[in-house]
């Protein structure tokens, strides 16, 4: 179980840099549960609102129950100063505060590769998603995605036949999103492990989506990108790996396909273009023994 600080702050779902700005002031959360409005308003960002929600007792309450839901639901819950917090996600910009983790929490910690894309996939996309997912997992490389429909499904079910995948989701562990990968879902716990940020009970709002994206990223050695529209989610996590400086990988399309108009526009920004899992496995250097020993 995570400080009850960094619960409650995660509750009250401030901003990163509020967060960041809390943590400088009171650097063992828990303070935080004694604090006063005196105490609290040497935090220079937080408004007097802010204030009032952290000394609220609706908070409070929220807050029991939530671990009580975290105890019934048998949820693996850290936070950012617990030593199984995944090493690579503390590098990147804002990085969550809380997890809440269902499965195994140590794979977290493994060698981990993204792969996503287009929710409304072609049968070409669905098939090389698969492929490589299939191929990178056979390697000891644990594959991460996002459980929506699509190249992040297909991605998922593959790296499940063959090793170990990771479900960021962009909604509380008790409202899974799309409701019909609920089975998918359910497998991805029994070997891997399925993640969020945000609350137990939150829904899946479109805002969410985003803001999860960089936990894809972040948990990750790099993205492989198979297929995204010029306006598409998958560019977005593409971006946040850049940001993170992660490696971005690519598979191009057909010339005038609508669903590689993304992937042509990330290889023409320096995207590593794939036609083969040699290029991936080049671009990172693969240490083999390294994989084995994670």
């Known amino acids: 179980m995570p400080k009850k600080g960094s619960l409650l702050l995660n509750l009250l779902n401030f901003s990163g840099?509020?967060?960041?700005d809390v943590i400088k002031v009171f650097p063992d959360p828990d303070l935080i549960l004694e604090a006063g409005y005196s105490d609290l308003s040497r935090v220079g960002s937080l408004?007097?609102?802010?204030?009032?929600?952290?000394?609220?007792?609706k908070i409070l309450r929220r807050l029991d129950q939530e671990m009580?839901?975290?105890?019934?639901?048998?949820?693996?819950?850290?936070?950012?100063?617990?030593?199984?917090?995944?090493?690579?996600?503390?590098?990147?910009?804002?990085?969550?505060?809380?997890?809440?983790?269902?499965g195994d929490l140590s794979v977290l910690n493994k060698y981990l590769l993204a792969i996503v894309g287009s929710r409304k996939a072609s049968a070409y996309g669905l098939s090389l998603a698969g492929k490589y997912s299939t191929e990178l997992s056979k390697l000891g490389i644990g594959i991460v995605s996002g459980l929506a429909r699509g190249i992040d499904t297909a991605t998922h079910q593959a790296a499940l036949?063959?090793?170990?995948?990771?479900?960021?989701?962009?909604s509380g562990l008790l409202n899974v999103y799309?409701?019909?990968?609920?089975?998918?879902?359910?497998?991805?716990?029994?070997?891997?492990?399925?993640?969020?940020?945000?609350?137990?009970?939150?829904?899946?709002?479109?805002?969410?989506?985003?803001?999860?994206?960089?936990?894809?990223?972040?948990?990750?050695?790099?993205?492989?990108?198979?297929?995204?529209?010029?306006?598409?989610?998958?560019?977005?996590?593409?971006?946040?790996?850049?940001?993170?400086?992660?490696?971005?990988?690519?598979?191009?399309?057909?010339?005038?396909?609508?669903?590689?108009k993304g992937?042509?526009?990330?290889?023409?920004?320096?995207?590593?273009?794939?036609?083969?899992?040699?290029d991936i496995i080049e671009e990172l250097n693969l240490n083999f023994a390294q994989l084995e020993v994670n």
């Open 178 to 260: 799309p409701k019909e990968n609920t089975r998918l879902f359910n497998q991805i716990v029994e070997s891997g492990a399925v993640v969020s940020e945000f609350p137990l009970g939150v829904l899946p709002h479109p805002d969410n989506f985003p803001r999860r994206n960089r936990i894809v990223s972040g948990l990750t050695r790099g993205v492989l990108v198979v297929e995204a529209a010029q306006r598409s989610g998958a560019l977005i996590t593409a971006r946040l790996a850049c940001e993170q400086n992660r490696e971005v990988f690519a598979l191009p399309g057909g010339a005038d396909s609508l669903m590689s």
């Open 263 to 278: 992937t042509h526009q990330l290889i023409k920004q320096g995207a590593k273009l794939v036609d083969c899992l040699e």
């Open 47 to 57: 408004t007097a609102a802010d204030i009032e929600a952290v000394l609220s007792p």
């Open 161 to 170: 036949k063959n090793g170990r995948t990771v479900a960021v989701l962009g």
């Open 68 to 102: 009580g839901l975290i105890e019934k639901h048998k949820v693996n819950c850290l936070d950012i100063f617990d030593a199984q917090y995944p090493d690579l996600l503390k590098e990147i910009s804002h990085p969550p505060l809380v997890l809440y983790v269902k």
């Open 17 to 20: 840099k509020k967060i960041i």
